[in-house]
């Protein structure tokens, strides 16, 4: 479902204008989540591991250098389990969704890569405000939820903070959104971990080479 959050009739011709549009919509297949969830779990040790010895940074995120997270640059989720029925079933949910986003707002479906990755966030930790990007090749990016949690994730006006689009992160909860919108979650107070998986999408076609070889087609 498209959700909209734009400006009124500017006054002056100083006055900032905007026209956001964020995705929303829901994966129903909670088995499968569960086992993306148990995967991301058992895994992350692994992908840690695999990477320790390299510079590592939590994207904006304040999950710390030793999280999961700050892995992003070297992993892509959806290749590592690209074996895997539930993550294939998944990754095939997001291309559907995003070209219903295309649709709804008449542009481009245009040829993509993905790049992907998993957050696990622990009992009073929250991600802090941060965007995926704002360069000339920015697109758009999106996060998923796999199970129920008492957390939301805030999107933020680019022109004014006190402004703000709230979506609550329930199981199979997906958003889209463009890439440069910062956004951050509230804080995790329950006792169990909470697991979503984020990414971006990039135009193929414009997209820097390092970008390309990481990504995977979309």
């Known amino acids: 479902m498209l959700h909209n959050f734009s400006s009124i009739d500017p006054l002056t011709p100083f006055t900032p204008t905007w026209n956001i549009n964020l995705w929303v919509t829901t994966y129903e297949n909670k088995e499968n989540l569960y086992?993306?969830?148990?995967?991301?779990?058992?895994?992350?040790?692994?992908?840690?591991?695999?990477?320790?010895?390299k510079e590592r940074n939590d994207g904006?995120?304040?999950?710390?250098?030793?999280?999961?997270?700050?892995?992003?640059?070297?992993?892509?989720?959806?290749?590592?389990?690209?074996?895997?029925?539930?993550?294939?079933?998944?990754?095939?949910?997001?291309?559907?969704e995003y070209k219903k986003f295309c649709k709804e707002l008449d542009v481009n479906n245009e040829i993509c890569i993905l790049n992907s990755w998993a957050n696990i966030v622990h009992t009073g930790q929250k991600i802090k405000k941060h965007n995926h990007g704002a360069?000339?090749?920015?697109?758009?990016?999106?996060?998923?939820?796999?199970e129920d949690y008492e957390t939301s994730t805030v999107y933020f006006n680019p022109f004014d903070n006190a402004v703000r689009y709230t979506i609550p992160n329930r199981q199979g909860g997906l958003t889209f959104?463009?890439?440069?919108?910062?956004?951050?979650?509230?804080?995790?107070?329950?006792?169990?971990?909470?697991?979503s998986v984020a990414f971006d999408i990039l135009v193929e076609s414009i997209s820097p080479e390092p970008i390309k070889a990481k990504g995977t087609a979309f």
């Open 60 to 96: 904006g995120t304040g999950l710390g250098n030793d999280s999961l997270t700050s892995n992003f640059q070297y992993f892509n989720l959806f290749d590592e389990t690209k074996d895997i029925d539930a993550f294939v079933d998944y990754k095939l949910f997001v291309k559907d």
């Open 35 to 53: 086992i993306m969830k148990d995967w991301i779990e058992q895994n992350a040790p692994i992908i840690k591991e695999r990477h320790k010895d």
């Open 135 to 146: 360069t000339h090749f920015s697109y758009l990016s999106g996060n998923g939820h796999l």
């Open 177 to 195: 959104f463009p890439s440069y919108l910062y956004h951050a979650s509230t804080e995790h107070v329950a006792d169990n971990d909470r697991f």
